[in-house]
């Protein structure tokens, strides 16, 4: 199959790494060469690749000790832009931990420890302190970082935190919230051809470089997974290229086998499953973060840049009920945090006019529509709870999954 010209090399205006990374960086490169090699024709499916260039031990991007979150590092989360993103989503939690006596709460992929640390700060401050607060985190490399956060609070809430390496036992009562998590499981990237046949996209090796490649299906899962996107949002076009993620229903169905009883509060960027394959968006969503610079190709400096997809929220909505979990709600960022109390929170009459400044462009970027208010969504799931909660009934948008 020929591929289209969109996954040839493309040109780019990236700060070059030190040595240091450059260095790191080739010890990756020559591990994923050795792996294709191995593999042979047509490669690796980028799944694997991706799943290697972010978490390989000591030398994927999540494992390695580079910075990446903040100022310094490839991207800004909501928390790291400000901490009015834990303080109303503590208040969220108040209401749904009351309903669990001895409820925990775990957070997925931590990051920084950031939203740890001001969720903690939130519900102590409002005397609703959770049992145990549960941290999940596969890099050893950030789970160090978040003890270091963590070791700053006070003695009363660093008692209640546990990291774990694996989902608690099933039968777990409590919340799981995770703010950019479902974005960083590998996807698989598969092409249109101009004949109507349908490949999916592999890493190989040419000339001194990583190179895509057309093949089959490496997961039978995926030819059904496109079957059911064409079903409802039309036949993608020649030349199409995009994203299926199984990774988001096989992380959902093992949280719902541990759930007994609770919520799940999930925080992403993503569309609905109409929105997410429009005919105009025919390169996909897959995107990199560099040094705070976004672009498009995934295949070059393994393991110092980010490798996200958007999310598909429709897709992740139905592996949840399948799982058994109810779809509770579905919202933009904006709407979840202003009904959760943001602009109260805010405080900004209480504030010189240096910091109500400050505070203001937090706000709007956390709610603007052309900033984070309206590309990242939450999807709330349930067991056997009720989750009537305020920010969630601003706007109601499940009826767009």
Request: proline share 7%.
């Amino acid at each position: 199959m020929r591929l289209p010209s969109q996954l040839g090399p493309q040109p780019l205006d990236l700060p070059a790494p030190d040595p240091a990374a450059s260095a790191h960086s080739a010890r990756l490169r020559d591990a994923l060469h050795t792996e294709i090699v191995a593999a042979g024709a047509p490669g690796i499916p980028f799944a694997r690749f991706m799943e290697q260039a972010l978490y390989a031990p000591g030398l994927g991007y999540y494992s390695a000790g580079t910075r990446k979150f903040g100022r310094e590092g490839d991207f800004i989360t909501a928390p790291e832009l400000s901490p009015l993103f834990g303080r109303c989503l503590a208040r969220q939690l108040i209401p749904l931990l009351a309903q669990l006596p001895g409820g925990e709460v775990l957070e997925v992929g931590a990051g920084s420890g950031v939203l740890a640390a001001d969720l903690l700060g939130e519900l102590h401050t409002l005397g609703a302190l959770p049992a145990r607060y549960l941290i999940l985190e596969r890099s050893a490399e950030l789970r160090a970082r978040q003890q270091a956060r963590l070791a700053e609070a006070p003695i009363a809430l660093r008692e209640r935190v546990q990291w774990l390496d694996d989902l608690p036992p099933p039968g777990w009562q409590g919340v799981v919230v995770a703010n950019e998590l479902l974005d960083a499981l590998p996807v698989h990237r598969f092409v249109r051809g101009t004949d109507g046949e349908t490949a999916e996209l592999y890493v190989d090796w040419a000339d001194g470089r990583f190179v895509w490649r057309a093949g089959p299906w490496s997961d039978p899962r995926l030819a059904e997974q496109l079957a059911a996107v064409e079903a409802e949002a039309g036949a993608l076009p020649a030349g199409y290229v995009s994203e299926l993620a199984p990774a988001v229903g096989d992380w959902l169905r093992a949280l719902a086998e541990r759930l007994g009883r609770g919520a799940v509060l999930l925080f992403d960027y993503g569309y609905s499953r109409r929105e997410y394959y429009l005919p105009e968006r025919s390169g996909g969503t897959l995107t990199c973060h560099y040094r705070h610079r976004v672009h498009g190709d995934p295949l070059i400096l393994p393991g110092l840049q980010d490798i996200t997809a958007y999310v598909d929220f429709t897709a992740a909505a139905e592996a949840a009920h399948a799982a058994g979990l109810a779809v509770a709600g579905y919202t933009t960022q904006a709407h979840f945090l202003l009904g959760a109390g943001l602009l109260e929170l805010a405080q900004l009459d209480a504030l010189d006019a240096v910091e109500r400044t400050h505070r203001a462009q937090q706000i709007k970027t956390l709610t603007l529509p052309g900033e984070m208010g309206e590309r990242f969504k939450v999807l709330a799931l349930a067991r056997d709870l009720d989750l009537a909660l305020p920010s969630l009934r601003l706007a109601d948008m499940r009826a767009r999954l």
